[in-house]
């Protein structure tokens, strides 16, 4: 469910408006990062890069908001790129988090599931 594409990009959305209303009403948001919305789910399945230190989540949740970031520049004529960076904001952490591991030969199952997996057969 936590999945679902442009889900993090709406929620965001509301609690950017929210921080604004805190911000005008004199509270220092200078610090607050946008929101990212991570199922269990994520944690669970990859827990051994996590464990092992393979990956930073700050580092990750970093590098999501710059992957979804739209450029207050103008696309003149790059309609491609512009289409590409628009379905960029729709996805969800979980599976920026699948691609970054793919991409770096980190993206595996964890041992725990393995070892349940073992002893079942």
């Known amino acids: 469910m936590y999945k ?7 929620v ?6 929210e921080l604004n ?15 990212t919305i991570i199922d269990m789910d994520s944690f669970i399945f990859n827990q051994d890069a996590f464990r092992n230190k393979e ?18 520049r103008r696309l003149d004529g790059d309609h491609r790129e512009a289409g590409q960076m628009l379905n960029n904001k729709s996805i969800g952490f979980p599976t920026f988090l699948v691609r970054e591991l ?6 595996k199952s964890p041992e ?10």
Do not use: C
Request: hydrophobic fraction near 40%.
């Open 55 to 72: 990956v930073s989540l700050g580092e990750l949740i970093s590098g999501y908001h710059q992957f979804v970031h739209l450029p207050k």
């Open 21 to 35: 209303k805190l911000t005008q009403q004199g509270l220092n948001t200078a610090r607050v990062r946008p929101l």
């Open 12 to 17: 965001d959305q509301w609690f950017q408006t």
């Open 112 to 121: 725990m599931i393995s070892e349940k997996g073992k002893s079942l057969f």
């Open 102 to 107: 793919m991409a770096r030969g980190l993206y």
């Open 4 to 10: 679902l594409p442009g889900l993090n990009y709406m």
